[in-house]
């Protein structure tokens, strides 16, 4: 799979999350899959967990959201951390990549987390 198409989509999404992004330091991402694998039809549910560095959750830091495998590359959602998130999958059974991206204290959007999911 081209997970080196990370970048490409970032850059294409910074436009999304603009100048309103929250910009904090310090924090840590992490991605609660909820349903890591996915049939086809159905939803991939998650959420993006903020956390500041002594592991307290950090609530409503905005982020975009991109889903890449090989056969597309889904466009950016806006989400905001500890809030789920759903997406209905299609298309054909294989490997995908969840893609976390926000902006750093410079406003440069960076890809956060990324999380690899089975759609059956």
């Not at 850059?11 to 100048?19: K, P, Q, S, Y």
């Not at 806006?78 to 410079?106: V, Y």
């Amino acid at each position: 799979m081209a997970w080196g198409r990370s970048a490409a989509i970032a850059v294409g999404l910074a436009t999304l999350l603009g100048a309103c992004a929250t910009r904090r330091l310090g924090l840590t991402w992490e991605i609660a899959l909820l349903t890591p694998r996915v049939r086809r039809g159905s939803d991939l549910v998650f959420r993006a967990e903020t956390k500041d560095a002594v592991g307290a959750l950090v609530e409503g830091v905005e982020y975009v959201w991109a889903v890449d495998r090989d056969s597309a590359r889904g466009g950016g959602h806006p989400g905001t951390s500890c809030k789920e998130q759903r997406l209905r999958i299609d298309g054909p059974k294989g490997p995908a990549l969840l893609l976390i991206f926000s902006a750093n204290e410079d406003g440069t959007l960076v890809e956060m987390a990324k999380a690899e999911f089975q759609i059956e």
